[in-house]
T-cell receptor
Framework: DTAVSQTPKYLVTQMGNDKSIKCEQN?????MYWYKQDSKKFLKIMFS???????INETVPNRFSPKSPDKAHLNLHINSLELGDSAVYFC????????????FGPGTRLTVL | DAKTTQPNSMESNEEEPVHLPCNHS???????IHWYRQLPSQGPEYVIH???SNVNNRMASLAIAEDRKSSTLILHRATLRDAAVYYC????????????FGQGTILTVHP
């Protein structure tokens, strides 16, 4: 049973398109995150939701819009894709009341052509 | 965010102990020291964390300096599966779990 799952695993698309990446966790955690790992392998946090409420919003273009339909899901929608959006996107979750231990998904490799 | 400094890379032989250092001289009193690792083509994986005392779990040990300005992740017997990028991260209680990843240490394990 996968704890944090992401779909799709790979996504190849053209510049200007709109795409979504889905994330689901079956751990019962309250908090979920999106991270971006660029070609230089740096991992940066993008967003965090706690019980469907946005609590962290780093300096991310507004073309990126997270949506949390329930606390088990956090989806990432990207409008007007650009070449620089090519990266691996990781979803993570964390239970409340813990010292920040996070569980990461396998990642979605996005390639914008 | 308090910053951590790690060596870019380290090498080890299989079944030998590995000591991965991390400096964090600007650590605050509420910062926990976390270690995560990222195996090739996988998401980061939690390894261990601590506040002041040394910690042990099934994966590793964490040795924290008395002044908390440095710590060492200890893999007691490295295996080929331990080859990964190891990240030392400081995270405080008010950060909503925000993890700020640095460059990490690339650990190579030789058979």
């Amino acid at each position: 049973d996968t704890a944090v799952s992401q779909t799709p695993k790979y996504l190849v698309t053209q510049m200007g398109n709109d795409k979504s990446i889905k994330c689901e966790q079956n751990l019962g955690h309250d908090t979920m995150y999106w991270y971006k790992q660029d070609s230089k392998k740096f991992l940066k946090i993008m967003f965090s939701y706690n019980n469907k409420e946005l609590i962290i919003n780093e300096t991310v273009p507004n073309r990126f819009s997270p949506k949390s339909p329930d606390k088990a899901h956090l989806n990432l929608h990207i409008n007007s894709l650009e070449l620089g959006d090519s990266a691996v996107y990781f979803c993570a979750s964390r239970p409340s009341g813990t010292t920040d231990t996070q569980y990461f998904g396998p990642g979605t490799r996005l390639t914008v052509l | 965010d308090a910053k951590t400094t790690q060596p870019n890379s380290m090498e080890s032989n299989e079944e030998e102990p590995v000591h991965l250092p991390c400096n964090h001289s600007t650590i605050s009193g509420t910062d926990y020291i976390h270690w995560y690792r990222q195996l090739p083509s996988q998401g980061p994986e939690y390894v261990i964390h601590g506040l002041t005392s040394n910690v042990n779990n099934r994966m590793a040990s964490l040795a924290i300096a008395e002044d908390r300005k440095s710590s060492t992740l200890i893999l007691h017997r490295a295996t080929l599966r331990d080859a990964a990028v190891y990240y030392c991260i400081l995270a405080g209680g008010t950060s909503y779990g925000k993890l700020t990843f640095g460059q990490g240490t690339i650990l190579t394990v030789h058979p």
